[in-house]
């Protein structure tokens, strides 16, 4: 009976000590994503320092974006029934039709080009059957920020059915969707329904506008923004003193980067980035953000200012491309208990003590 007790006891105390032993640490998710970049030819004035080069903004996806929308499309049909070839001596022909789904907005968004001249964002989804549609270009949360109709109709080859239905959803998905650090949003734009005897169904439905989701776990934050800058230049030229004895000098050049937001953030300052250099040597440099440094802060996007001064010679294209890492990690690192291990070493050892306590029991009685 009191072996019993010493493991009930040493199985508490194990238990108590690995409960202290803190579980391993989430490793980190990061993301690197393109904000964009500006080109141009360049021309120096003498050393006048009057720019010359790629000059203007980018900006960089924010965690709730959006950064990419894709209809997806299903048909399906109840009660399909064959056609006849006709004539004296008729064969069965089996249900076949097609449907078609064709976005009429929002303004400013390209979608692939799938159908006639007449009607490029047609896409065909044969009956019954899925499909989707990924927006290629105007992917913003402005273009987004309000619903937008998708055209149904059907062509019935052959046959009839009782009952056909199109059906539309649109799936939204953003930086934080796409790292699982919140849920995607799929939401649904409704469905046409109607006999296949005629035609078969047509009508529009309507897609709601883009919601930015919600930063929804808790056990990672944003520890670190950084702005990543890089400069290229193709057919540099070097330039020439002048007057009466001119001299070449190398092509030289520096590039700007200025990030301008987000709301609240401080940066380590503006990344000038050396390029004196010929035909493809290009410079690179970081920005940091030292503060402010929120998802909420982030969740928008942000702009970052590009400006060139070309001091000599020129070149056929200067290139300053600009991307931005965001880095999860822990929120917050577990400060493992002193005790943890005394306790689970201290279980360990009553666990054994009642072992040899009990091979010794019997051994007596044997």
Known sequence: ???????????????????????????????????????????????????????????????????????????????????????????????????????????????????????????????????????????????????????????????????????????????????????????????????????????????????PPSYTTSSLMLKSVTVNDSTSVTGAMPGTTGGQFPASIPFAADMFFTATGSNGVTWSGNSVIPNQSVVGVSGSDTQTATAGVTVANFSSGFNVGIFTDVFDGSANSMTGAVSVTYDFGPAAAAVPEPSSMPLLLSGLFVLFTAEAIRKRHRRAVA
């Open 1 to 211: 009976m009191e072996i019993k007790k010493i493991y009930k006891l040493s199985g508490i105390v194990v238990w108590a000590g690995l409960c202290l032993v803190p579980m391993a640490a989430h490793a980190d998710i990061m993301v690197t994503v393109s904000c964009g970049s500006i080109s141009a030819s360049g021309s120096g004035f003498g050393g006048s320092g009057l720019g010359g080069g790629p000059s203007g903004t980018v900006t960089c996806l924010g965690l709730s974006s959006l950064s990419s929308a894709t209809l997806n499309y299903s048909t399906s049909v109840s009660g399909a029934m064959p056609g006849t070839t006709g004539g004296p001596f008729p064969v069965s022909i089996p249900f076949a039709a097609d449907m078609f789904f064709t976005p009429t907005g929002p303004s400013g968004v390209t979608w692939p080009n799938t159908g006639p001249a007449v009607s490029p964002s047609l896409l065909t989804v044969v009956v019954p059957g899925s499909n989707t549609d990924t927006a290629m270009a105007g992917v913003t949360d402005a273009n987004f920020s309000s619903g937008f109709n998708v055209g149904v109709s059907t062509d019935i080859f052959d046959g009839s059915a009782t009952s056909m239905t199109g059906a539309v959803s649109v799936t939204y998905d953003s930086l934080l969707a796409s790292l699982g650090l919140a849920p995607a949003v799929t939401a649904s734009c409704g469905s046409v329904t109607g006999s296949g005897l005629f035609g078969g169904p047509s009508g529009t439905v309507t897609c709601p506008a883009y919601t």
